[in-house]
Every structure is written in C-alpha cells, then in structure tokens.
C-alpha cells in the first residue's frame, strides 16, 4: 500500500484539487493531511473528503511528516507538498522503482506552472543537479520504503533542509530512483520574491547548510522569523471519517 503524507500551512485553496486528483491518479492509496495550525480553511476542505485522515497540531514540516508517518499504513510513504501535483502514472512507476530491491527511495523531476522559459531552465537544473547527486529537495515528491525511513529516524527534526538531510542519510542504505517522470510544482515563490533574488538565496542557503550553519539561523534567513520553539507535534486530533 502506497500512503500519501501532505503537510500543509494555510494551504486550503490547493487541497481541494490536489485531494481530487490523488483519488483519480491514486485510488488505492491512503492519504493524510498534516496540519501544522492553519488559520484559513483547511480543515474545511478535507472534511469534504471522508477517505483522507487529517492530523492537526503545531507547524514544523519536518514534525508534520514524521506525525504522518506515524499513523501510515503503506509499506511505501509519498511525500507530498500541497502545491505540487503528481503525474498520472506516478503509482504505477512508484511500484515499478521498487522492484528493484536495492532501492530504497526516489523522487520526480520536476516542472513548474509557469511557461516561461526561465523556469523551464530552473527545472532542467533542479533535475540534472538531483541526478548527479542523487539529492533530492521536497518539490519532488520524495517516496521512500516505509522500513527504510523509520530505521533512520525519519526526518530529522530540523527548521530547513530536512529533505536534503534525509537524501543524504537515504544514499547511504541504498538507491535513489530519479524518475523521469515531472512533477509539476507551483512557481509562486519564484514569482513572488523575484527569480534571481530566489536562485541566490538557495544556492546561499544549501552552501551555508553544508559548511554547518545551525538551521534554524537558516530558516530565520529564508522565512524571516525564527522556527517554532515546539519540539513535537501533537497528533490529538486525528479523524479516518
């Protein structure tokens, strides 16, 4: 069984496509929402969908994925932001990475919602980066064998770039399949702080991480606030129905 885990934030306007298209895209898979304290609808919207489990409690992307992992069921977990949106065919090649038992996890290139040919050229770097390296970001809708991740201790419990954090401890238990299959992400981010100023403050960031600046000073300089100071997140509120 494949289970979805979608974190969110104030995300209510993406979940109702993105929920509608995992039932036509994904039948059989269980879905669940991780709500890190939405102020707008969210909550609404999946109530409108009674096969989605939603979680809720305090935000923090890595603390809301884990939260999600905790109550999956599938032997393989797909990661999921709430702006990124799976190709038709991402079951069926999921379970064809898997077949090959020294994969331990994969992810999609990636496209983004916006034509203009910068960001065709962004993506074709994000991906070409991704392969050589076999780092993966979050936009790629990371999946993962479910005893793989939990022998790692599932993300690590970090403020920024718990997805890169977890792509390098993952290289170390096996394969990385880097489908060619495309994701499609939302550019609003790059639209909204300006290309150039967003591709700079990445490659900024990911330097910084790796030469050992604390995360959280990280996520201060992406976010411009500081990090939650919760250290976990509470799953009290969980509904199958």
Not at 49 to 67: E, H
């Amino acid at each position: 069984m494949l289970s979805v885990i979608i974190p969110v934030l104030n995300e209510a306007k993406n979940l109702e496509s993105i929920l509608s298209r995992l039932r036509a895209i994904c039948p059989a898979a269980e879905v669940i929402v991780v709500d890190g304290g939405s102020e707008d609808e969210t909550s609404t919207v999946v109530r409108r969908f009674p096969w989605v489990m939603y979680l809720s409690g305090r935000r923090g992307r890595a603390r809301q994925m884990n939260a999600g992992a905790s109550v999956a069921n599938g032997e393989v977990l797909l990661f999921l932001h709430a702006d990124v949106r799976l190709p038709a065919r991402a079951e069926a090649a999921i379970i064809e990475a898997f077949s090959d038992h020294d994969i331990v996890a994969g992810r999609f290139d990636i496209r983004f919602d916006n034509s203009r040919p910068v960001f065709k050229v962004i993506a074709f770097f994000i991906n070409l980066r991704s392969r050589l390296t076999n780092i993966c970001t979050g936009d790629q809708a990371l999946f993962v064998r479910r005893k793989t991740f939990e022998e790692l201790g599932g993300y690590p419990d970090i403020p920024l770039m718990e997805d890169v954090e977890l792509a390098r401890r993952l290289k170390r238990r096996g394969g990385m399949r880097c489908l060619r299959l495309k994701v499609t992400a939302s550019a609003r981010k790059w639209e909204r702080e300006g290309v150039f100023r967003t591709i700079l403050l990445m490659w900024a960031l990911r330097f910084l991480y790796f030469i050992g600046v604390n995360p959280s000073r990280l996520h201060r300089w992406y976010y411009g606030r500081p990090p939650s100071s919760d250290v976990k997140l509470s799953a009290s509120n969980v509904r199958s129905s």
